[in-house]
């Protein structure tokens, strides 16, 4: 089993960016997909980034294609997002989720964080 903790949301206006971070702790944090999902008020939780156990394969939702960047470092456990040219329509909770499968996929995540708020103005 693993916990996860996001940290770094905040309130920042339209073009600004924003680094969230994951800290994962309990299982090996290697053997790991992860990935990011984010849900808005009124919205359905949507994926947004995910990255494979290796770093080698990721992939993104076209809504942030260009702008946000998943990256993971094994030796501190961490996942991060960042995300740059944010826009009003990126408010939203973020979560940071783990799957045990070998594929990065957009559902079929295993454990999840508690989340973090991020806020955009226009």
């Known amino acids: 089993q693993v916990q996860l903790v996001e940290s770094g949301g905040g309130l920042v206006q339209a073009g600004d960016s924003l680094r969230l971070a994951c800290a994962a702790s309990?299982?090996?944090?290697?053997?790991?997909?992860m990935a990011w999902f984010r849900q808005a008020p009124g919205r359905e939780r949507e994926f947004v980034a995910g990255?494979?156990?290796?770093?080698?394969?990721?992939t993104y939702a076209d809504s942030v294609k260009g702008r946000f960047t998943i990256s993971r470092d094994d030796a501190k456990s961490a996942l991060y997002l960042q995300m740059n040219s944010l826009k009003p329509e990126d408010t939203a909770l973020y979560y940071c989720?783990?799957?045990?499968?070998?594929?990065?996929?957009?559902?079929?995540?295993?454990?999840w964080g508690q989340g973090t708020q991020v806020t955009v103005s226009s």
């Open positions: 309990g299982r090996t944090f290697s053997t790991y997909v």
């Open positions: 990255i494979s156990y290796d770093g080698a394969r990721t």
């Open positions: 989720a783990a799957s045990t499968r070998n594929v990065v996929a957009t559902s079929g995540y295993n454990y």
